[in-house]
């Protein structure tokens, strides 16, 4: 950065911001952070494309086709990249030889997911709401909301997974007062579901019989089901999805993991829905990115002390230090170096991190 003259909002001269206007903001207006913001705190603005020239390239999406040109092996990539669903990707890394870190796949010895639970916190709460808009008549949906009104029955919301994001997905569901189901696999975290809502929330165990009449009778079906750095399992058909009440709706949350819908296709937020049968897909991949003001301050809490880490030891010091980073590390020097996304290529080659 330049150390040349300041301006009262602490913006070198030199740089390549725009003129300042009180309240711009073009690099982070989409989260409520103005460009004077930025440059208070120190910051340099550029193009997307001039910053790509940086040692270390944090962002939260994961690189789509027209940035692959800018992957080199000088590069450390430090982002949500969520690779078992994505060869392209995998291909692109690899052939440049880029050091990747997946947001997603950074895991302490705890077993938790601390840089992905910011996103899925946020996800599993849109679900509900996206769900929910995506239920009313004028929107092709079942013309009902959730909480029903008195003498009137709520709508049945089926969630498909407690983890994370689908503990919040039940949390904003049983508050819009709808009639709620989980299901999962982990007897435990069904446990700690019944204990939390004290009989408020149906829990099942997951299993395709109960998947099955759970799926026919909800009028919201959402689906977070998430294997670290594994494809998501396809946990519903398309004869099932068929088979559902006209007008109901399906958030997949696992979309950028391949999804556990059958169907699941990524759309974006202007154009967010097709559908399958009678029914509603709705596939938004980072749907987070609605919600810029909630999501940028609640991930960049998360990942800052990691990217310290990179920044001040490099890759290979950090790694050492810090198994949970070493877990994030997906690709180096032309190879795989994790374990998941190693098993979902079988064919490319793999790098033993240990």
Not at 7 to 36: E, F, K, V, Y
Not at 109 to 124: I, T
Not at 239 to 255: F, H, N, R, T, Y
Not at 261 to 290: E, K, L, W
Request: proline share 6%; charged share 15%; aromatic share 4%.
């Amino acid at each position: 950065m330049s150390t040349g003259w300041r301006s009262p909002l602490g913006c070198p001269r030199t740089h390549r911001c725009r003129p300042h206007r009180r309240g711009a903001g073009r690099c982070g207006g989409g989260s409520a952070i103005t460009d004077d913001d930025y440059c208070a705190a120190g910051a340099v603005l550029t193009s997307a494309d001039d910053a790509w020239v940086a040692e270390l390239v944090l962002k939260v999406k994961e690189p789509v086709a027209e940035e692959y040109r800018f992957l080199r092996a000088n590069l450390t990539l430090f982002t949500y990249l969520h690779l078992a669903a994505n060869e392209p990707l995998v291909d692109a890394l690899l052939s440049s030889g880029t050091t990747a870190f997946a947001y997603e796949t950074v895991q302490p010895v705890d077993g938790s997911l601390p840089l992905l639970a910011p996103m899925s916190e946020v996800a599993g709460r849109m679900s509900v709401l996206v769900g929910g808009y995506h239920l009313l008549g004028s929107n092709g949906g079942r013309a009902c909301v959730l909480a029903g009104v008195p003498g009137v029955r709520p709508a049945k919301v089926t969630v498909i997974g407690a983890g994370i994001t689908g503990s919040n997905a039940v949390m904003q569901a049983v508050g819009a007062g709808a009639d709620v189901t989980v299901l999962d696999i982990s007897a435990a975290r069904l446990r700690a579901l019944d204990g939390i809502y004290r009989g408020r929330v149906k829990t099942l165990a997951s299993g395709a019989l109960e998947i099955e009449r759970a799926a026919i009778e909800a009028d919201l079906l959402i689906g977070a089901v998430l294997i670290p750095g594994q494809k998501a399992p396809e946990l519903v058909g398309i004869d099932l999805i068929e088979a559902m009440k006209p007008g109901s709706v399906l958030v997949d949350i696992a979309v950028d993991q391949g999804g556990c819908f059958a169907g699941t296709r990524p759309t974006t937020h202007d154009a967010p829905t097709f559908t399958i049968g009678q029914s509603i897909m709705y596939c938004v991949a980072n749907m987070p990115g609605a919600a810029a003001a909630t999501s940028t301050p609640a991930l960049t809490n998360a990942t800052l002390p990691y990217v310290s880490t990179l920044a001040a030891h490099g890759v290979h010091q950090a790694v050492a230090n810090d198994p949970a980073l070493a877990r994030g590390l997906n690709t180096i020097a032309g190879t795989i170096a994790n374990k998941a996304v190693a098993e979902a290529f079988p064919d490319l080659a793999a790098f033993d991190v240990d």
